[in-house]
């Protein structure tokens, strides 16, 4: 049955892309709802059909001004309520155009029937048909579009968000309304239900950058509702947190936990730390170097240390003895022999470098370990995702919330590095991996310097997609982000906006109801724009299967830092669950608080196979990796089994 | 179909004089004003409307005006306080050429016939030769018959068939069986005949909102006799005497004060909303003009 009737007159025509039509009042119709118009056989017996998506709606009465409601009421409004006749009253409205269909030749839409599109109709109307065949299926379920009793299932194509036609997802939203955490996380659970095996693995890397909203990703919801769960199976998806999960945080600055609000210790299983010693730190020195600290000059000092000085064994005339630097410690040691020697020698330059340059580039790199303490280490220990063992449908969390910017700058800079080169490679492990990075204005903003974190993100947006990086990210304004970062997202959602973002040109093309409809969303209700939809689509998504960070930082609440032995009682009972409080006051007794968390850090990085012996033979001096047997690594690292202890 | 003139409906016409009529007292020994007794209440179940559209289309030769006419009649009943159509038969539209037969010519005439609906706007005694200006009036008259005509046909048709009362707009003196029917409601909006005599004008004229005069019938050599009264809808005003004024007619059998209160308080009930943008909305019902706006919708 229509629900509808097209109409256009010469001052409201209908267009290829626009038109109007007409329903009972009562209809369920609104904006966002998608409707199918059949117009009347051609000459030649043709049968044209529309599909469009609602984008305005009026009504209006045969009033000419209100002054003559005013009138008929005597000025009393409980008059106008006893009226025995209602106003002629109509609903117009506007859609735009979704497909046509044959598509050509494309012309106005014919003056037709209008109806509620069915799910066929659904499917045709937002060219799904074309990804949801079957043998050829790469559909990743976004959400439900709803209208009336009908619930439709909408569809991503994965070739057009994981790559390679297009590729990488953008979600806009106002803090405070869980939408785009919520979003990214039902989002990462589709796709890993319905990535296609012939397209290969997938695995996701996701920052924390806030409070404990993404802490919990392998427990299971507690909120989900009955509407919920009929949506996981409308959409073939399971109702449960995520499998595999891993969590890496750096240190706290006084290194007894890991800057986690997941401390609590029900939950350190799969909580390991982020630690880099100096060899991974110097890659990424232009992170963490404002340009006016690295001019041309102290550039090619720091690219002599890298490559002549950094883990070889190094001599000059100047030096007293032979260094091998493998941490910020051998550096500072070398940098100081180094400007000694110099000043015995009242040189001013040494290898072309003048002496206020050597001073300036060790001041700054020195610095680093200090301005990233917890996440830089003096000593050179290191520990570090597992690039080149990722597993599919896994998802590393990396927590960056506690760090401080200038950390959260070099986290974000090489672990996406290191993606980037193993997935160029094919050594990472898996053939996709999802970045996921909130407060997107923050790292690319639109404005501002053009810093070494906007420079990369520029660079996935614009060329990840034939490698398998694929970057999801949110921000709150979408307007003040880096408009290449956002134009190379082929997937754009919006959570409820803010009326002021809304008025910014970016949001020009939306027809004003959509806008205010944008501006006044529920909760698990989303905007979608895609590249196979001619018109965004409203969907509705349900509640995350994971624990809130909320409800998560209720039932397992963060643990104050604890005391240096329990620290390392902790941080070892996760390799050897013999190992006691106890035991460890004993082992450290009267040694240094940083050799001790010196000694857990190699530990940690080691994974020997006797943790207590190991463990003790750091306080007894350096210890060597033959000679203790290196247990079989969970997350091995890259490199490992080299002879260098260092290595990784 | 029609032609670029202005509807012949529009053109300035000799009026018809303005006059007075006695009208033989039904309520009492004389017409007098009352008040209404009791509240406006909800009693019309139905509208019934007709409009008239005519245009000269072409000039004959010897300056014969070949006139389109549209003539069309409806009734829109009223349901969860919305006008809808009550059924197919009660919506008729006509559309013919209105020619004069015997100025046009035998010939002419067929030649015209093969095409279209025709109307001859002669009598059969009327004999030439006719002056074009009152061949023009004289096709503006056969349109207007049509109109009454077909405005007979749905009202005996609701008469017949409908429940409840029809607000006719317009007498129903003329309105065949459906003038002795207790379903029809006429409501005159014009008066260039007023059924009062010298005495009984003031007292008309000064009606106050909310009053009416006693019945009185009316009655025509061609038409029935009815009970009629007048009843003022809206004060005057700043407007003129006649502003807010109607004449009802009701069958006469069954016209007591009763009736006529109970009438007029429907009629009372229906000044909301206001037919603005109407001029003739002092007088006129919302319903009215939701019909008569209905009629232009579906004959254009």
Known sequence: MPIGRVVATERKPNTPHEFHFWTALDAPVGIGTIVRVEGPPTSDGRLVTVYGVVVEGFSYTDLQTPLHDVLGADGDPAGAMRAPTDRTEIRLYTAHALRHVPDEPLQPVPMGSVHLASDADVAVALRMDGYLREGQRTAIPVGVYRSGAMQSPIYLDADFLLGPEAAHLNISGVSGLATKTSAVEWLLGSIFAHFPAQKGSVAAVCFNVKGPDLCFLDQPAVRLDDADRALYEAMGVPAEPFRDVEYFAPWTARGHALATLRSNEALAHNVHPLSWGLREVLQFAEVLLNKDDVDAKADALIDFIRERVVNQEFSDSLLERAHTVRSFADLEQWFRELLRGMEGRNAETWRTHHVATIRKVRNRLTNISTRCRGLVTDDGTSNDLPFGAFRDRAVYVIDVASSEEDAQDLIFARVVSQLREQLERRTLGVDHVVVFVDELNKYAPSDGPDTYVRQMLLDIAERGRYLGLVLFAAQQFRSQVHRRVVGNCGTALFGRMDMDELATPGYATLAPATRVKLSTLDKGQLMVRHPHFAQPVFVRFPRPAVLSGREGMERYPAEPEPMLEVAVTRSLRALDPSVTLEWVKQAIVAAPEDDVLRARNRTLQARPEDVKAYFRAQFRGRALPEQVAVRPSALPLAGAGSDDPYSF | ?300
């Open chain 2, 1 to 300: 179909m029609a032609g670029h003139e202005p509807a012949l409906e529009l053109r300035p016409a000799a009026p018809e004089p303005p006059r007075l009529q006695r009208a033989e007292p039904l309520e009492g020994d004389a017409v007098r004003a009352r008040q209404v007794q009791g509240e406006p209440e909800v009693g019309v179940a139905a509208f019934l409307d007709g409009i008239q559209e005519s245009r000269v289309l072409a000039h004959w030769p010897g300056g014969v005006p070949v006139v389109h006419g549209t003539v069309a009649a409806t009734i829109r009943r009223r349901r969860d306080r919305t006008l809808v159509a009550w059924r197919p038969e009660a919506t008729r539209i006509e559309r013919a050429l209105f020619v004069p037969r015997a100025a046009l010519g035998d010939i002419a005439w067929e030649a015209l016939a093969a095409g279209c609906a025709l109307r001859d706007t002669l009598e059969s005694e009327d004999r030439g030769p006719w002056h074009p200006l009152d061949l023009t009036a004289r096709a503006l008259s056969a349109v207007q018959r049509r109109r009454e005509a077909v405005e007979v046909q749905c009202a005996e048709l609701w008469c017949a068939e409908g429940d409840g009362p029809l607000f006719v707009d317009g007498g129903i003196a003329g309105a065949g069986t459906a003038a002795h029917s207790p379903l029809a409601v006429g409501v005159v909006k014009s008066h260039r005949t007023l059924y009062v005599d010298g005495d009984t004008l003031p007292l008309v004229l000064g009606l106050g909102e909310g009053e009416r005069t006693t019945l009185f019938t009316v009655t025509s050599p061609r038409r029935a006799p009815v009970a009629s009264w007048y009843l003022r809808l809206r004060a005057p005003a700043a407007h003129d005497a006649l502003w807010g004024l109607v004449r009802v007619e009701v069958a006469l059998d069954g016209a007591t004060t009763a009736r006529a209160d109970l009438v007029s308080r429907w009629l009372l009930a229906e000044r909301a909303p206001v037919a603005l943008p109407d001029p003739r909305w002092g007088a006129m019902a919302y319903g009215v003009r939701l019909t008569e706006e209905y009629l232009r919708a579906v004959t254009r």
